[in-house]
């Protein structure tokens, strides 16, 4: 899944410097949280742990890490979401 953050005249439909709230999920393995943290704070330094948000399937088989971080640019974004997609671990990223 892709997301688009541009208008059709490609112009970026976020307003930078903001904060941004990122959501990435995958199998629930004990390692997901840290992978969707370190890839995001190596983009983004000022990640905090302590935004980070974790909420389990049904069954818990998998689970959805959030995080939010002062993004500052739109190939930053890219960056980020670019690793997170190649990443074994991750499933799918909102």
Do not use: W
Not at 60 to 71: C, Y
């Amino acid at each position: 899944m892709t997301v688009d953050l541009h208008t059709p005249d490609n112009e970026s439909l976020i307003d930078f410097p903001c904060d941004f709230e990122l959501k990435a999920m995958g199998r629930n393995n004990g390692t997901l949280v840290e992978t969707v943290y370190e890839i995001t704070q190596k983009y983004a330094p000022d990640a905090s742990r302590d935004n980070i948000r974790i909420k389990d399937s049904k069954g818990s088989r998998f689970i959805s890490v959030n995080i939010t971080f002062h993004a500052t640019s739109l190939e930053q974004l890219h960056s980020i979401y670019g690793e997170l997609k190649q990443h074994p671990e991750i499933l799918m990223t909102l």
